[in-house]
């Protein structure tokens, strides 16, 4: 893979002078084709007697990609559209480009897919007089943190905090409660203003409807500071229909294209087409940009079946290992590369969602952490009230036979999975248990009364082995319902409801969180630690009760799990002998407890106990 020359494309300005370029392999002047840009300041765009201004691009060959079109303006000399145009102002302009066909006649609304910036809609933007964003001295010194230390928060920006300004404004609050990783949802441009975001059709920046450049940079300067990396969903085995390597060559009717088409599966919007190399380049410096220039501390891939073509192949395989040597090759460079390194450990987050095959993915590429539905399956399965279940949950928090580390060509990495009961992709987890119904199906929500039977859940996630994730809102009672499938998906906006901080369930639920997460983090057992299921049925399971243990150098903790409505009482034989502290609410401490004789703990319904003893040396 090679990076693009990113220095000849899109629109780059400087003291007014501003430069396009784009490549259109295949479109030349040679058969007949035109290209104009379409340039108007964002201050006149909604105003019926000033048109935008059009410059026309000259036709070059690029050696290795091919048909290449650019042009230069200058701002300052060009004559107003009208005399009371905003053109020459300070701020953004709003462009797109517009080709003339012999066969098709004039193609309109060509976004470029190298734009930094973008305005409304679907429309590509520049600034006049954009001055580069400094960054923090903080961040000089910022490390990514090690994998295995990771809690992460995963929110979509205009439900969590509306715009980048008033997220930056909650980063305190994710501090306090514990979590030093944000997985933000996608921020490449759509179309619309109500969107997930998973049919992008910008890459290189951050969609009008969050900020611009400048403010995302001070949300990962500012996470930083308050030391939560940043990893950013990725979209890249799909687009929209409207990403212009797709839109411009379906309008020629061409029958081949040098980007799009048939490639791994093709779940959801346009394919890619990564046999193409043009495709593999673009997709490598997408990554390498959003390093670079945004300093994120790596990336959340999604859907990578759409281009998974196995471990030797030029999709998802290739891509991560090109970042990962990108990356590695950067150890010597100085300045904010240093992000990555400790001795000998890489730390950039490359996380998966490949639902398909987590095991595959960790084991056969540079990935080192995946999505998987597995323990978030199970976990629904035991809400139904399937006791047989419990043993499968407790092999899924255990992340059953899932590597730990991969030695790859001489480099060492460390590999794990998520644990989640909550995501974008699911309804709140206490919809298992109840739903109130509304006058709109979609507008249903889960019962929050029945918020105590989450927490058994919640307290195996947060002291299991892996990575824990938390959904925007989840730790104090978010309860939006969301349907299997349909445009109300992605379509219909749930922002978070900070109110539920304050009623009786969300202080309740929240004080666990914050209580367990504090317990993680404190205590390498539950970071690093042995992790072993205690798989009885008769004892355990046929009382809706999971036990397993979790052990590091001197500590040793029993995670006890009630998902009854009834207090349980079970017998465990404690292998090591001691003084256990109870950890959630420090009642029942077992004081003097035998090693290697049966001693009966007690569980209260629908929550738990965690025990800990110090051994000693």
């Not at 619309?192 to 969050?210: N, Q």
């Not at 104090?476 to 219909?492: A, D, I, K, S, T």
């Not at 969300?506 to 404190?522: D, E, S, T, Y």
């Amino acid at each position: 893979m090679k990076l693009l020359p990113l220095d000849k494309l899109g629109a780059r300005e400087a003291n007014g002078v501003v430069d396009f370029g784009v490549f259109l392999p295949w479109v030349s002047k040679n058969d007949g084709n035109r290209l104009w840009v379409k340039v108007i300041h964002e201050q006149d765009q909604f105003l019926q007697d000033i048109q935008p201004l059009e410059f026309e691009l000259e036709h070059s060959i690029d050696t290795e990609y091919g048909d290449y079109w650019s042009t230069q303006i200058n701002i300052n000399t060009q004559s107003k559209p009208r005399q009371n145009s905003a053109w020459g102002q300070p701020g953004r302009y709003v462009y797109r480009y517009f080709l003339r066909n012999p066969n098709k006649g004039e193609i309109d609304w060509i976004i470029d897919p190298f734009a930094r910036e973008f305005g409304v809609g679907k429309l590509s933007a520049f600034t006049l007089g954009y001055q580069p964003y400094q960054w923090s001295q903080q961040e000089i010194n910022w490390k990514t943190p090690d994998l295995k230390n990771l809690v992460m928060y995963e929110l979509m920006i205009a439900e969590f905090g509306v715009d980048v300004d008033k997220t930056i404004d909650k980063l305190n609050y994710l501090t306090d409660l514990g979590v030093n990783c944000i997985e933000i949802m996608p921020l490449s441009n759509v179309g619309l203003t109500v969107d997930w975001g998973f049919l992008p059709i910008g890459y290189f920046g951050v969609d009008e409807r969050f900020g611009k450049r400048k403010d995302l940079q001070k949300l990962i300067d500012a996470a930083h500071q308050n030391n939560i990396a940043v990893i950013v969903d990725s979209v890249y085995g799909h687009t929209s229909d409207s990403f212009p390597y797709s839109y411009l060559y379906r309008k020629l009717e061409y029958r081949d294209n040098p980007f799009m088409g048939s490639f791994a599966k093709d779940y959801f919007g346009e394919s890619t087409d990564y046999k193409r190399k043009f495709t593999q380049d673009f997709f490598y410096t997408v990554n390498y940009h959003w390093l670079d220039v945004y300093h994120v501390d790596g990336f959340r891939y999604d859907c990578v079946p759409n281009y998974w073509d196995g471990s030797t192949g030029v999709g998802y395989a290739n891509l991560v290992f090109n970042t990962y040597n990108t990356v590695k090759d950067k150890k010597t460079a100085g300045e904010y590369w240093g992000r990555f390194f400790d001795n000998n450990t890489i730390n950039l987050i490359q996380c998966a969602e490949q639902l398909e095959g987590p095991r595959e993915i960790l084991e056969q590429t540079y990935t080192n952490s995946t999505w998987q539905n597995e323990t978030l399956d199970a976990a629904k399965k035991v809400a139904a009230g399937s006791r047989g279940d419990l043993a499968n949950l407790g092999f899924k928090l255990g992340l059953d036979n899932y590597p730990e580390e991969i030695t790859n060509d001489g480099n060492k990495i460390a590999k794990t999975a998520l644990q989640y009961i909550e995501t974008h992709d699911h309804s709140r987890f206490v919809c298992n248990f109840g739903a109130i119904a509304r006058d709109n199906d979609l507008l249903q929500e889960g019962n929050r009364e029945l918020w105590y039977k989450v927490q058994p859940y919640l307290i195996g996630i947060l002291t299991a082995k892996g990575v824990p994730l938390l959904w925007q809102g989840q730790e104090f009672g978010e309860n939006y319902y969301l349907p299997e499938q349909g445009f109300g998906r992605v379509m219909l906006l749930r922002p978070v409801r900070w109110d539920y901080v304050y009623d009786l369930i969300g202080k309740n639920v929240l004080a666990l969180v914050r209580k367990l997460i504090k317990l993680r983090r404190q205590q390498p057992q539950f970071t690093q630690g042995e992790h072993f299921f205690y798989n009885n049925y008769d004892r355990y399971h046929s009382k809706n009760v999971l036990l397993f243990s979790r052990k590091y150098a001197n500590k040793f903790s029993l995670v006890a799990l009630n998902f009854g409505d009834s207090d349980q009482s079970v017998p465990f034989w404690f292998p090591i002998g001691g003084d256990y502290q109870e950890e959630l609410n420090g009642e029942n401490n077992l004081i003097g407890v035998p090693s290697n004789s049966e001693y009966w703990v007690n569980i209260p319904s629908n929550y738990g106990r965690i025990w800990t003893v110090t051994i000693n040396s």
